[in-house]
Every structure is written in structure tokens, then in C-alpha cells.
């Protein structure tokens, strides 16, 4: 993830009692839900953030975000194709061929990176990530009952989206012809667990997360 998403976090105001972050300049922080709480450890009630700590605590969060937010747009477009059966303005049904394989392409080189590189660093750490350190880059393929449960997502995510992109390129090259009802089936079979881990991650990721593991110091010297 690139350093230059620094320049969108905006400015935020810690978390009152681990509830919602509050929004300023237009960027949104990552609220604490039940989902996201159950995987902070359970220890003694920490004192508030000051705005300067949220920001590094939450970083990571903010930079995520800015990825899976790219996600869930190209995913709302193809799927809302597919459930309209209408092109979106200015596509052609080429352009929007072209649209699944990017998201397709763009997803598969992101979530290398963090199985590679990402996630064994929170892994030393954080044993929501641990077992991520010996999972096969860029092969998505642990077997059952070994991985973590966002390792457990990347899984079923690819699953789908490989006959997903099959279906693409057949009809890119004419082999198959393209129907919108059956994209949509294409898609329905991951979309679900990609969603889910989009939002799960970025909560993972959350500020109220990463102070119970990583000191300010130490946030600070993650080279992401």
C-alpha cells in the first residue's frame, strides 16, 4: 500500500468509550462494531487516544480502506449490470468484460501482497493473522481448516471469482456468449464473502484494535 494515501486520511478525533469515530474534512475513521470487537483481546479498559495516536493506530485502517473501496464500487457496477440487465452509461458490453478483469486482476495482486507481505507482519503479533505466515503466496489455496478466518476468505473469494474470470475471457473471446443472468450467477457465488471481507478487514485493522497489540513506536515502523 502506498504511502501517498497518508495525504487522504483528513483528521480525526479519537474514539469516545470505543464507540464511533467521529468524521472531520470529510473522511470517515472505522466505527467498532460487535463484529470487529470480538476480535480485540480482552484486557484492562485502556485510557482514550489522543487525536495524533488515532491516526497512527488507525492507519492502516484508512489505507485499506482506500483499496477496498475501489472494490466495492467496480463490484456495485457489474453486479447492478447484471441484476438490471442493463449496460452502465458510457459501457459496452466489452468495456464491462473488461471491467470484471480488472477487478478480477486487481484483487488477486492485492490480496498477494498482503498474504506475502501484509499479513505476516501482523501475524508476529496479532494471531487473527498468524497462521497467514506459512500460506502459499499468490495461490490462495490452504487447505480446509488451516487458515484463519480473513485466509479462510481470500479462499472462497478466489474460488468463485476463477469461474467468474473464466466466464469473462470466453466471452471476450467469443467462445461463450455473454448473458447478463448468467453473470450475475457467476458473481453471487463470492460476492457475499467479498463484501464480508472487505469490511471485516478494515475493522481488524481499526485503531481500538491495534493499540491492545502495537505500541505508537511500533505502528510507526511498519513499512506500509
Request: net charge negative; glycine share 6%.
Amino acid at each position: 500500500m502506498d504511502n501517498k494515501l497518508d495525504s487522504a486520511q483528513g483528521e480525526y478525533l479519537p474514539p469516545v468509550g470505543g464507540g464511533e469515530v467521529e468524521r472531520i474534512d470529510g473522511v470517515e475513521g472505522t466505527k467498532q462494531t460487535k463484529s470487529a470487537a470480538a476480535s480485540v483481546p480482552v484486557g484492562p479498559e485502556l485510557p482514550p487516544l489522543t487525536a495524533d495516536q488515532f491516526r497512527v493506530y488507525n492507519r492502516l485502517a484508512v489505507q485499506m480502506e482506500y483499496f477496498h473501496d475501489h472494490f466495492r464500487k467496480t463490484w456495485t457496477t457489474l453486479h447492478t449490470a447484471a441484476t438490471t440487465r442493463r449496460l452502465p452509461p458510457r459501457l459496452t458490453t466489452r468495456t464491462l468484460l473488461d471491467e470484471g478483469l480488472h477487478l478480477v486482476r486487481y484483487l488477486t495482486a492485492h490480496h498477494d501482497i498482503e498474504e506475502s507481505y501484509l499479513y505476516p507482519i501482523l501475524a508476529r503479533k496479532m494471531p487473527q493473522f498468524r497462521d497467514a505466515v506459512s500460506s502459499p503466496s499468490s495461490k490462495h489455496n490452504k487447505k480446509k481448516g488451516t487458515e484463519c478466518e480473513l485466509i479462510r476468505q481470500h479462499r472462497m473469494i478466489h474460488e468463485g471469482m476463477d469461474d467468474f474470470e473464466a466466464y469473462l475471457r470466453a466471452c471476450k473471446d467469443k467462445t461463450e456468449e455473454f448473458d447478463f443472468d448468467v453473470l450475475r450467477e457467476k458473481m453471487d457465488t463470492w460476492g457475499e464473502v467479498l463484501l464480508k471481507h472487505l469490511d471485516e478487514e478494515v475493522k481488524e485493522l481499526g485503531a481500538e484494535t491495534m493499540r491492545r497489540y502495537w505500541t505508537v513506536d511500533e505502528m510507526r515502523s511498519i513499512p506500509i
